[in-house]
């Protein structure tokens, strides 16, 4: 890998049974730049991103990111790269406590339940954390329960 680089990968591709998502894709980023990706909703920009980030397997292809082998270092890219989709949420039948842990734990966070029950008496949600993320109210709350540090 080129040390400039901080996305150097080739051919990755990801299917979903017949539905090829991803398909053979080159990229090289260097260290510093900004890139984006456009595109239709459904043309694999998310699943890219994901692979890239660590959350999702590579069917095909190799490469770093951030000068970590993307398929066999995925847990090293996951405590370096934060991924937030675009239309954030936390799943609905999870409770706030419940939801917490699920991030803490695909993150590895270190000592994960007293992490999240410290962010869950910072935001003060105590008398809450066992209530379900359905019932919570939509504006702005979800954000507010991200920090885990």
């Not at 954030?88 to 706030?96: G, K, M, P, R, V």
């Not at 935001?123 to 709350?141: C, D, I, M, V, Y």
Request: charged letters at 25%; proline letters at 2%.
């Amino acid at each position: 890998m080129n040390d400039d680089l901080a996305i150097d990968v080739h051919g990755m591709t990801k299917r979903f049974g017949d539905l090829t998502a991803v398909n053979h894709i080159d990229l090289q980023v260097h260290t510093g730049e900004i890139c984006g990706f456009l595109g239709p909703n459904g043309s694999g920009k998310t699943t890219f991103i994901r692979m890239l980030c660590g959350l999702l397997r590579a069917d095909a292809g190799h490469g770093t990111c951030l000068g970590y082998d993307v398929i066999h270092q995925s847990e090293a890219i996951k405590r370096e790269v934060g991924y937030m989709t675009q239309r954030f949420s936390f799943y609905e039948d999870l409770s706030i406590a419940e939801n917490l842990d699920f991030v803490a734990r695909m993150y590895a966070v270190k000592n994960r339940r007293e992490a999240v029950a410290e962010s869950i008496e910072r935001l003060g949600l105590t008398e809450r954390k066992k209530q379900l993320k359905a019932s919570f109210p939509a504006a702005g709350n979800s954000a507010s329960l991200w920090p885990l540090a």
